[in-house]
């Protein structure tokens, strides 16, 4: 499966780096139009089976979708840009975060992709006193920030403070762009933490126990903001 990574210039780059690794991709860049409004935007794009969007302009986007090709929104425009989207395409999704998505779709190619990049998941091994032996990401951002804030927390041990700084070092590494109203940087660390401290409950569940309390809240704070989107 070929991917095309498309952008303005401003997002993508790194997730081009880290999907290419995994996949067929190729980088497409296309204009930026310096007005509001935009009509009849001619747009050659190269043949691929999947594109991921991360342009930032909704008329560049709707071109996109016009492809009659699967698209993951990477940049999103709120619902009432998707509806319209769908109108056009039905096989797009845009995910709360790219590290929200999941290989549940309708579109294959999405969901092909999004058993090797979206919704975290880890395979981690804890000691009884909560201490992180070791951690291996199954599934992680295609940003690399799962990569790159898990690298710290082998010798940790499990706390609402570690978690709180797990999450914080998700949102530093994060590049999900605060522009479209489902992006939210503070969504893609909560989420972090919730399937991190899933993965723990599956193989120690005695040892989740020790901050469920602090879990029950942190949920509440996701529906909240997931019911924004």
């Not at 008329?59 to 492809?67: N, T």
């Amino acid at each position: 499966m070929k991917i095309g990574i498309i952008s303005d210039g401003k997002f993508g780059d790194r997730a081009f780096e880290i999907i290419q690794e995994k996949f067929p991709t190729e980088w497409i860049m296309v204009p930026f139009p310096s007005g509001v409004m935009v009509d009849d935007i001619d747009l050659p794009l190269p043949d691929c089976d999947l594109y991921i969007s991360y342009v930032r302009h909704p008329d560049v986007a709707l071109a996109i979708i016009e492809k009659q090709k699967p698209v993951i929104l990477g940049v999103s425009f709120g619902p009432g840009f998707l509806r319209q989207a769908k109108e056009i395409n039905e096989n797009i999704v845009a995910p709360p975060t790219m590290c929200s998505l999941e290989d549940n779709t309708w579109v294959p190619e999405i969901n092909e992709f999004a058993r090797t990049f979206g919704k975290p998941s880890f395979d981690v091994r804890i000691r009884n006193d909560g201490t992180i032996e070791s951690i291996r990401i199954l599934r992680g951002s295609p940003c690399g920030s799962t990569v790159e804030a898990s690298k710290e927390l082998p010798g940790t041990t499990l706390s609402p403070d570690q978690l709180q700084h797990y999450g914080l070092r998700i949102c530093h590494f994060c590049r999900a762009p605060r522009l479209g109203k489902t992006c939210d940087k503070e969504v893609s660390g909560l989420l972090h933490i919730r399937e991190l401290v899933h993965a723990i409950n599956t193989v120690a569940p005695g040892v989740g126990e020790r901050v469920q309390t602090f879990m029950d809240e942190m949920e509440k704070i996701i529906d909240q903001k997931m019911a924004r989107t």
